[in-house]
């Protein structure tokens, strides 16, 4: 797949790019202007490395820690079991991470805008506005939830409310600013991130019991291998539907580099802290929960009250994301909105509403994460079905006009993403609030929810492709390379 390059300014229509317009380039501290315009060649900056960081500090959360608590608290899994979950799982999310992030620097488009090749314009709505609701509102409030008990475990006389408030206040700022800044904050909290929770890893598993036996009460261990590894998957999948939003501003050519810094990111962070997750369950025995205070009690206190504040601002790191990614996929719509400033607007109201159901989920926060991380792939798996296959199937294939034509149709990824989320949660779903038909007849089947969806996903579509070809207007079938997929 290709795409022709913006040549920026002096190019037809460069002056109505407002990211060019208003010289955005690299200001820190400016408020990124527009939308989803694609990023012109005189506005490209940043080397892959960056990635690296960008990726590392937002998974260094309680969020990311409570993943590996939930397969030996709740999946009745062995620590040596769930660390090989973990791995499984953060794995796939990292691969996949890693090969959308690589075509942000030759598109300059951010993630929901290059979805529109396997959906449509409008069809794109389907997985856009998901995502707009997942990121802008789910994930946030999750995340905002964690960073607010981690405050208020250090700072006992702040009510959990308020602490709540000071944290989303904290991660509006930085998303209403934008990209450079949210790259900016990334790197420069990774180094107090990096030390503290490390440290904190260490001496967690220098008090585990990697050898216990798994607690009583859990799926059998087959089930509970599975449901972890797919809440492992969720966990660094869940960063996939955002990938180029943070590689569309680098030079061109640097798209393979920009990827594997982005997989390692997600790869390394995860794996330790949800590792770290799952030791601390055996180091503190029948008082295990998701609760920050808890993964703290076994560290000295000097050490403990620095993890409790980089909880938060691991909090904040992961949700400057969310929230700035959120905003995008609702843009990506095609809302025409008569601000300038429409991504910083939406990211403040996404913010808002995603505190309204942070403080409605802050009694419950546990049943609710666990329920929310399992959710997240079952939309996820098929929609990268569509993904990974529409960009297989157009290799070589020039979409630079498809991204941006409101007549482009292509009903056969909506379709596909469709039956597949259907089907699979059907047959395979294994939450309590529904059980699917092979869990419920096969319990020792766990949760294949989201690789099933992927599939089913990623084989309709390359049937329906020939079947229902993509279309460009009302009459005129798009050009060969599009509409036939080369």
């Not at 290799?395 to 597949?420: K, Q």
Request: proline fraction near 5%; glycine fraction near 12%; hydrophobic fraction near 50%.
């Amino acid at each position: 797949m290709t795409l022709r390059q913006d040549p920026g300014n002096g190019a037809p229509g460069a002056q109505a790019n407002p990211i060019e317009r208003e010289h955005y380039g690299a200001q820190t501290l400016a408020v990124e202007p527009g939308g989803v315009d694609v990023i012109p060649l005189s506005s490209r900056h940043g080397t892959a490395r960056q990635l690296l960081w960008t990726w590392t500090s937002p998974n260094l959360e309680f969020a990311t820690i409570a993943v590996g608590i939930l397969g030996v608290l709740f999946f009745g899994l062995t620590f040596w079991q769930c660390f090989a979950a973990i791995v499984l799982g953060t794995v796939l999310g990292s691969v996949t991470h890693a090969i959308l992030s690589s075509w942000g620097p030759d598109s300059g488009m951010c993630q929901m805008v290059l979805s529109r090749t396997g959906f449509g314009f409008f069809g794109n709505a389907l997985p856009a506005g998901i995502n707009a609701a997942v990121a802008g509102i789910g994930w946030f409030a999750v995340n905002s939830i964690s960073g607010a008990l981690a405050l208020h475990a250090l700072l006992t006389a702040l009510p959990t409310s308020l602490c709540l408030v000071i944290v989303v206040a904290a991660m509006l700022l930085v998303a209403f600013i934008g990209h450079n800044l949210v790259h900016a904050f990334e790197r420069y909290a990774l180094p107090l991130l990096g030390v503290v929770f490390v440290v904190g890893a260490v001496i967690v598993f220098s008090k585990s019991h990697p050898g216990q036996a798994a607690l009583s009460g859990g799926p059998p261990p087959l089930g509970g291998f599975l449901l972890m590894t797919g809440a492992a998957f969720g966990y660094a999948c869940g960063w996939n539907p955002y990938a180029s939003d943070y590689t569309r501003y680098l030079r061109p050519g640097t798209g393979r580099a920009a990827g594997t810094n982005a997989g390692l990111g997600i790869l390394v962070s995860c794996v330790l802290l949800e590792t770290a997750g799952a030791a601390m369950v055996s180091a503190v025995g029948k008082s295990a929960a998701l609760d920050p205070g808890v993964y703290t009690s076994v560290m000295p206190s000097v050490l403990a009250k620095l993890t409790l504040l980089c909880i938060a601002l691991g909090a904040i790191a992961a949700n400057a994301l969310n929230i700035y990614s959120g905003a995008m996929s609702f843009l990506s719509l095609g809302f025409s909105l008569p601000t300038h400033r429409a991504r910083a607007i939406v990211a403040v109201v996404f913010g808002v509403a995603g505190l309204v159901l942070a403080l409605a989920g802050l009694g419950n926060a546990g049943a609710n994460y666990e329920s929310f991380l399992l959710v997240i792939s079952y939309w996820i798996g098929p929609w990268l079905g569509v993904v990974l296959m529409d960009r297989y199937l157009r290799r070589g294939s020039d979409i630079t006009g498809l991204l941006t034509d409101r007549t482009f149709r292509n009903w056969a990824g909506p379709i596909a993403m469709g039956v597949g989320m259907v089907l699979s949660i059907w047959l395979f779903s294994n939450q309590q609030k529904y059980t699917g038909l092979v869990p419920t007849a096969h319990p020792k089947a766990g949760d294949l929810t989201f690789e099933v969806g992927f599939v089913i996903a990623a084989v309709l579509y390359a049937v329906l492709v020939k079947v229902l070809p993509a279309r460009i207007g009302s009459d005129t079938a798009a050009p060969a390379e599009a509409a036939t997929h080369g």
